[in-house]
C-alpha cells in the first residue's frame, strides 16, 4: 500500500512535468535543408555551363560550381582563367565557360580582404591562390557575407578532368561548418544528384545539391545502402569507396550480357568521384573492350576533350550500343543507367564565344578506358553516375549512403542529424537569411524567427511556474510526513532507471575493406582534337 499511495501523491506534479515537457518539446524544430539548383547557369558572357547555380559578390555574378569532395576550402577563376591548357588558346569568353564563370574582384562592392587563418590545410593538390571574401548567394533565401574564397592563380594540371570553379565539401569544409555553426543546418550532411543530360529535351532534367539532407523525391522506392567513410590515408581522395561486383548489358531485345569475365575472381574496388566528367573510368583490358565486342563496336577509338573529357568516342559509321546497363554492388545496390545518359552527344566549347557546341555524328560513350600506365588505377565514379544513383555524405557521423535515383522534377527535402538519421520535426520554410561568415552567426534581422522567440520567452515562464510549483508542493509534502518523502524518492528514482528508454543506433549494411593499390600519376596532355563539332539543336 505504500507504493500505491506513493504513485498517487506523485501523480499530479509528473502530469503537470509530463504534460509541459510534451507542449515544450513539441515546439522544438531543426533546420529544414537547403536545396541548390544543378544545371544550366548563365554566365558573364551570356553562355551555359552546368554546375550548381552560386552567386557571388554584389552586384551577384553568376557561376556554375562544382563539389569538390577532397578539399576544404572554395575557389573561383578570376577573369584570367588561365585556360592555356586547351589546344585552341581561347579567349576571356571561352574561358569564362570552361571555368564555369570568371570572378571581377573590382566589380563587386562586397569584396573585402581575406586572411590566411580563414582557410583550412589541403592534403590533396590545390592550384596557387589569392584570397578574397565576398558575398555567396546560395540560393534565394541564403547568402554567406565575407564567406572566403581562393582566386586560382594557375591551371594546376586538372586539365578538363576538373575544370571548374569548387565548392570544397571535405571533411573540415569552411562552406559546411560556416553553415552549421549558424544554425542553418542540423549537421554536416549534403547530397548530390547530378540530373540528366542527355542529347535530346526528354532526356535533360536539373539536379540539385542538398545542405543538411536529402531529397527524398529523388529516390527510388529500393532500399537505403549505407557505408562508412574510409581514413584520410585511402587511396580514394572522397574516402568513398565501393565495391562493383558486376557490370550487364541490357539489351533492347530483353536479353542480358555482363562485361566482368568468366575468371574473374575478385570484385573491383571504385572511387565515387562526383565532379568526375564521365560515368566512370574502367580497364580497358578486359571490361571496355568486352563491352565493345559484345556491342558490336570498333577496336580503337579517339577520346573526347570537350565536357565529357576522356570518354570514348564513337567513330562516324561505328555501330552505337542502344541498351542500357546495370551496375551491380556488393551492399545489394544496383543501378542501371538509360541509353541516354550511356551514350551522349559528345559536346565541346568553342574557344572564342564560349558555346557549347554538339556533335551527334560522332557521340561519347561516357566511359574512360584506363590503359598503359593507368592500367592498375583504382577505377572512378563520376557525375553521370549520380543521374542514376543518389549520393547523401554525413560527415559528421563518417558514412555515407546510396540510393537507385528517381529522376523526378518534384522535391521533398528531409534533414538529416549527426548521427545520420532522419529528423521527424523540422521548421517550418526558413525566412530568408544572411550569416555573417566572419563571425559564424545569422544577421539579427534573420536570426530568430518571430514565433521562435515567443516559444522560447514562454518555455523559459513555463520553466519557472513548473520549478516554484515542485519546490512548493514538496516543502509541503516533508512538512506533513518527512520519512515517507524519502521512501517516495527512493522509489521514483528506481523507477525512472528502470523506464530509461534504450537509444537505437544507425549500422551500415556493410563495411568495405581498404584499397591500397592506387598509384598517383601525372595527367598527360591528350593528343589535339580535330572533329569538326555541330551546332546544338535548340
Not at 570568371?102 to 580582404?113: G, L, W
Not at 540528366?196 to 529500393?222: I, P, W
Not at 525566412?431 to 518555455?459: F, K, Q, Y
Not at 556493410?510 to 563539332?533: G, Q
Request: one cysteine or more.
Amino acid at each position: 500500500m505504500l507504493w500505491s499511495a506513493t504513485r498517487r501523491q506523485y501523480m499530479i506534479p509528473s502530469l503537470v512535468v509530463a504534460f509541459i515537457t510534451s507542449a515544450l518539446s513539441s515546439d522544438t524544430c531543426f533546420p529544414s535543408p537547403i536545396a541548390i539548383r544543378v544545371g544550366n547557369v548563365t554566365l558573364a558572357n551570356h553562355q551555359v555551363a552546368r554546375g550548381a547555380e552560386i552567386h557571388v559578390g554584389d552586384p551577384p555574378q553568376p557561376f556554375a560550381f562544382l563539389p569538390q569532395w577532397p578539399y576544404n576550402t572554395s575557389f573561383i577563376y578570376g577573369i584570367d582563367g588561365h585556360c592555356i591548357f586547351k589546344r585552341d588558346a581561347p579567349t576571356r569568353d571561352g574561358c569564362t565557360t570552361i571555368r564555369g564563370g570568371a570572378y571581377d574582384a573590382f566589380a563587386s562592392k562586397t569584396r573585402q580582404v581575406a586572411y590566411p587563418d580563414d582557410f583550412q590545410a589541403e592534403n590533396a593538390p590545390f592550384p596557387e591562390i589569392s584570397l578574397a571574401a565576398d558575398n555567396l548567394k546560395i540560393n534565394e533565401d541564403v547568402t554567406l557575407t565575407e564567406f572566403p574564397l581562393g582566386v586560382a592563380l594557375n591551371d594546376w594540371g586538372a586539365e578538363g578532368y576538373h575544370p571548374m570553379a569548387s565548392i570544397g565539401l571535405g571533411t573540415n569544409s569552411t562552406f559546411l561548418n560556416k553553415l552549421q555553426e549558424s544554425g542553418r543546418i542540423a549537421s554536416r550532411t549534403w547530397s548530390f544528384f547530378w540530373g540528366r543530360n542527355g542529347g535530346s529535351s526528354t532526356s535533360q532534367m536539373d539536379g540539385s545539391l542538398v545542405l543538411g539532407g536529402y531529397d527524398r523525391a529523388k529516390l527510388s522506392s529500393g532500399e537505403r545502402y549505407v557505408e562508412r567513410l574510409q581514413n584520410s590515408t585511402s587511396p580514394c581522395a572522397t574516402q568513398m569507396i565501393v565495391t562493383i561486383t558486376d557490370m550487364v548489358l541490357n539489351f533492347p531485345n530483353g536479353s542480358d550480357a555482363s562485361i566482368f569475365p568468366r575468371s574473374l575472381s575478385t570484385a573491383l574496388s571504385a572511387c565515387i568521384v562526383p565532379d568526375y566528367p564521365v560515368l566512370m573510368t574502367l580497364p580497358t583490358e578486359p571490361f571496355v573492350n568486352n563491352f565493345f565486342e559484345l556491342t558490336g563496336g570498333a577496336g580503337d577509338h579517339e577520346r573526347s576533350f570537350g565536357i565529357n573529357f576522356f570518354a570514348l568516342k564513337y567513330s562516324t559509321n561505328e555501330k552505337r550500343y542502344d541498351g542500357d546497363m546495370t551496375i551491380k554492388f556488393r551492399s545489394g545496390l544496383a543501378v542501371r543507367v538509360p541509353n541516354d545518359q550511356l551514350v551522349v552527344p559528345d559536346v565541346d566549347i568553342d574557344p572564342t564565344t564560349g558555346e557549347l557546341v554538339a556533335n551527334y555524328t560522332n557521340p561519347d560513350l561516357v566511359i574512360n578506358g584506363i590503359q598503359n600506365i593507368n592500367a592498375n588505377d583504382m577505377p572512378q565514379l563520376g557525375r553521370q553516375f549520380l543521374s542514376s544513383a543518389y549520393l547523401m555524405v554525413n560527415q559528421d557521423a563518417g558514412q555515407f549512403s546510396l540510393w537507385a535515383a528517381n529522376p523526378a522534377a518534384s522535391q521533398d527535402l528531409v534533414a538529416v542529424d549527426a548521427n545520420n538519421a532522419d529528423i521527424t520535426a523540422p521548421c517550418g520554410p526558413s525566412a530568408p537569411t544572411i550569416i555573417d561568415s566572419s563571425s559564424s552567426t545569422p544577421s539579427p534581422e534573420h536570426a530568430l524567427s518571430p514565433g521562435t522567440i515567443a516559444g522560447a520567452v514562454v518555455g523559459s515562464i513555463g520553466g519557472f511556474v513548473i520549478l516554484g510549483f515542485l519546490a512548493f508542493w514538496f516543502i509541503k509534502k516533508r512538512r506533513e510526513n518527512p520519512w515517507k518523502a524519502s521512501e517516495q524518492n527512493g522509489v521514483m528514482y528506481s523507477h525512472a532507471q528502470t523506464e530509461a528508454p534504450q537509444q537505437p543506433s544507425l549500422k551500415p549494411n556493410s563495411e568495405l575493406p581498404d584499397s591500397s593499390y592506387l598509384v598517383p600519376v601525372e595527367l598527360e596532355h591528350p593528343a589535339r582534337h580535330n572533329a569538326a563539332p555541330y551546332e546544338l539543336a535548340g
